[in-house]
């Protein structure tokens, strides 16, 4: 109904509307000044902008759902509004087609005690919204017409809390869960909000892709691709011998643990699959690599704490992600998992930027120094070093062309 307006009158209107549909009730007999707050849009418009504002709002008060108060009239092109007034709030809303906020208020509330499910940290967050609706705030950016994406976002919460993901990329969940290929996709930005409690504290300032990927949701395959001197313990106590050239492809939920059968020349976690697959085809040594991902999911980051917990301290931990924020922020959060043991940047330099041919989008300098104060001393020496080169060199870098290297070798594998 409003788009029926001009773009004054819509102002006018939409803010009449705000003042009469109160999440606790509709309110009779508001008014509305037109004041400075309309200055641009009204005040100051042409004479004829207010007059087609005007024609606009008189069938609306011939029939008595607005009053109108004016200015004195020094000169008939000067006639402005002095203020509005909505004497029936109710008849007001019901002319503009708009539903009562009360009402809508209490059909999101009963909807969201209908999702609570016995969870703690989801009927947490349902409480939170639902308190904040009912006293007429909005939930961060949610209202109670968002009831249907939090619907959405809730059920995403249940199936994490509740489902095993049996290695299903966040395409295959999204078709299984809804029906729809890109029903994920489309509600990230509310799934990461409902979710933000189990989101790995490095991975909140990044991209919602990221924060995804840190709740299990991933693009790629959510399989666990590792090679090295383990096996895999099974739940039924079945062993899988992870060691061939190939290395393995684990669905997380079935392992339950790791068994050690010699010790690894180096752990290499890697945060590209073309990388990761190039690499253990390119090397056959006695390294532990692992495929992390864009970000490493909650249960990536366990197995990643208890493989490194089964090897000596002398074994040195290395990561090679992309040069940008995100392949620091995992780098940090393998690093979180390990208390006595330091997480090595690896190929993640500034000689790999100047040797980089193909440049990203640049890198944030006040993010990198940011990032580099809470950092060790190895990861701060990378940050800085980035961060001292040519303003034109400080470029994100994707690691998945790079040279193949090792940790025990300084030159490129032909």
């Not at 299903?168 to 489309?186: N, P, Q, T, V, Y």
């Not at 890198?363 to 990032?371: M, N, P, T, V, Y």
Request: hydrophobic residues 40%; proline residues 6%; glycine residues 6%.
């Amino acid at each position: 109904m409003l788009q029926a307006f001009d773009p004054v009158s819509q102002q006018l209107i939409q803010t009449l509307v705000n003042l009469v549909n109160r999440s606790t009730g509709v309110v009779d007999g508001a008014r509305l000044p037109v004041s400075s707050q309309f200055a641009g849009s009204y005040v100051y418009a042409s004479p004829n902008s207010r007059r087609v504002c005007h024609d606009a709002l008189k069938p609306l008060e011939d029939m008595g759902l607005i009053e109108c108060g004016w200015h004195l009239k020094v000169l008939e092109d000067f006639e402005t509004l002095k203020h509005i007034h909505v004497p029936r709030g109710k008849a007001f809303l019901e002319y503009l087609s708009i539903a009562p906020q009360v009402d809508m208020v209490a059909n999101a509330a009963t909807t969201l005690l209908e999702l609570k499910c016995g969870v703690d940290w989801i009927d947490h967050k349902i409480n939170e919204i639902g308190e904040r609706w009912r006293l007429g705030a909005r939930y961060l950016s949610l209202g109670p017409e968002h009831i249907a994406q939090v619907v959405i976002a809730a059920t995403v919460a249940k199936k994490l809390a509740k489902e095993p993901l049996r290695g299903r990329s966040i395409r295959a969940l999204s078709l299984d869960w809804f029906g729809a290929a890109h029903m994920l996709d489309e509600h990230k930005q509310v799934i990461t909000l409902f979710c933000e409690s189990k989101i790995h504290p490095a991975a909140k300032e990044l991209d919602y892709e990221d924060q995804l990927a840190s709740l299990g949701l991933i693009h790629s395959s959510s399989l666990l691709h590792l090679r090295g001197p383990f096996d895999a313990i099974c739940d039924d106590d079945k062993l899988i011998d992870v060691g061939g050239w190939s290395g393995a492809a684990l669905c997380a939920e079935f392992i339950r643990g790791f068994e050690r059968t010699s010790v690894p020349d180096y752990v290499l976690t890697i945060e590209d699959l073309t990388l990761y697959q190039r690499y253990i085809a390119a090397v056959q040594d006695n390294g532990l690599v692992v495929y992390v991902g864009d970000f490493p999911t909650s249960r990536t980051l366990n197995f990643y704490e208890k493989l490194v917990d089964k090897l000596p301290p002398e074994v040195a931990l290395y990561h090679w992600g992309n040069i940008d924020l995100a392949g620091f922020k995992s780098l940090l959060a393998l690093q979180s998992k390990l208390l006595l043991r330091r997480v090595l940047p690896f190929n993640m330099g500034a000689e790999q930027l100047l040797a980089n041919p193909a440049p990203g989008g640049p890198l944030g300098l006040s993010k990198l120094r940011k990032l580099a104060f809470s950092c060790q001393k190895e990861i701060r020496d990378t940050l800085i070093g980035i961060a001292s080169l040519p303003e034109e060199k400080v470029r994100e870098c994707p690691s998945d062309c790079m040279p193949i290297r090792t940790p025990h070798s300084d030159e490129p594998l032909a």
